[in-house]
């Protein structure tokens, strides 16, 4: 009867640790969840203050080019404009990126790094008349789409479990 009752709080024991076990595991992969979700939620109004931030920037230079806006406007309007970008850097560094998404959310910066140097050149374009700012201005424009891109590419494969 004794060995019984032992074999049976034995039982006991190892049925609770295993609850235990599993309890703690099933929390652990919930906070994970959570802060991914807290994460791509913040990533998200990053990218959300860029874009607008970025369709600003081009309503007021079609508002230029139509004349509805002087150059002297525009142009205090675009260092506004930069300054704003540039205060979005610092909070790609400040998010708590789950190891799989560190290379998109480094992509993403650099994109937002060379849009903001995208519209330096346009300014400077504005400014002196010179083409060849332009040019580059037009250039940095399409190497940032191409970082989002690539950025979007690997946070997708990231939530999906794909190294890249």
Known sequence: MKKRKKQNI????????????????????????????????ELQQIQDEVKK???????????????????????????????E???LLPKYDELTAPEPFIASVDLFKLSTETQI???RQYIKWIETGDESFKIHSDSLFQESFEYEIAALGIYKAAQQGISP
Do not use: H
């Open 10 to 41: 034995t039982l006991a024991v190892i049925a609770a640790v295993i609850l235990v076990a599993i309890i703690s595991y099933n929390y652990s992969v919930d906070q994970v969840k959570i802060k991914g979700f807290n994460f791509g939620n």
């Open 85 to 87: 970008l540039e205060t």
């Open 53 to 83: 931030l970025q369709n600003d920037f081009e309503s007021k230079t079609i508002q230029w080019q139509e004349g509805d806006l002087t150059k002297e406007q525009l142009l205090e309007f675009s260092q506004k404009s930069i300054l």
């Open 117 to 119: 140097e995208s519209n």
